[in-house]
């Protein structure tokens, strides 16, 4: 049985709002960030008060938006992203062009989610278009797959939160054994997913992936390009 971890209800209600500002291409009066993160006004207000007065978040006529400070706390992963891209970019460019498919760098977003930095497309019409700066659930797709099988911590923090259905606890074992993760339309019908583990220093750092139509990108090809993907030498630096 899961055991739910302690929330901070303040916190998360901060973020809420956060994620409405990132989420938001002007900036966004009291009455719209009540409305979409589901609060009070005077809540909100106190909340977005306090963030103006830290910096995290900027008030004008027109409106809330993210404060300047932001960026501070960003620009260390952005940096780390940046490095992770540019070590990796020439394995992403191979499997592109073995493929003729687009090729995937996700990074973990947290301990439900995992986030897209980087992708190689082809000039494929069968083939899936990038989504870059998405996120997408760990449980439900092979490169979610293989971050939950490939990192403990990440692992035992996930179990905390969710029960694992026994079938995805054979199929995590069997992600470990070889190596890499299968998706044959289980996210999505007509389409088949690759992905395996990257490593810098020794640390997990990013799952690299491969997508396609299921017609094209076949059981038996799949395991062919782990084959050799898991063969090429920056894959495990």
């Known amino acids: 049985m899961s055991k739910e971890t302690k929330r901070i209800q303040s916190v998360e209600r901060s973020f809420s709002i ?23 006004k005077t809540t909100v207000h106190g909340l977005l008060a306090t963030m103006c007065a830290l910096g995290y978040v900027n008030r004008t006529k027109q409106g809330y938006s993210l404060g300047l400070r932001i960026r501070e706390l960003f620009r260390p992963l952005e940096q780390k992203d940046e ?22 760098l996700a990074v973990k977003g947290g301990e439900q989610e995992y986030l897209y930095i980087d992708a190689i497309e082809r000039q494929n019409p069968l083939t899936i278009r990038s989504p870059r700066g998405r996120r997408e659930g760990l449980a439900t797709s092979a490169i979610g797959k293989v971050f939950l099988a490939f990192d403990k911590e990440l692992l035992r923090q996930f179990r905390l939160q969710t029960s694992l259905p026994p079938e995805l606890e054979k199929e995590l074992s069997q992600v470990l054994t070889n190596g890499y993760s299968l998706d044959l339309e289980q996210a999505e019908p007509n ?17 690299a992936g491969i997508s396609g139509a299921a017609t094209e990108l076949t059981h038996q090809r799949l395991i062919h390009f782990a084959e050799v993907f898991l063969k090429m030498p920056n894959t495990n630096s």
């Open 83 to 104: 490095a992770i891209r540019r070590h990796f970019n020439g394995l992403l460019n191979q499997m592109a062009q073995l493929t003729n498919n687009t090729a995937y």
């Open 18 to 40: 956060l994620e409405a500002l990132s989420l938001s291409e002007q900036s966004l009066s009291l009455q719209n960030i009540s409305e979409i993160v589901a609060l009070n």
């Open 191 to 207: 389409l088949n997913c690759l992905a395996f583990p990257l490593y810098m220093a020794g640390e997990l750092v990013a799952v």
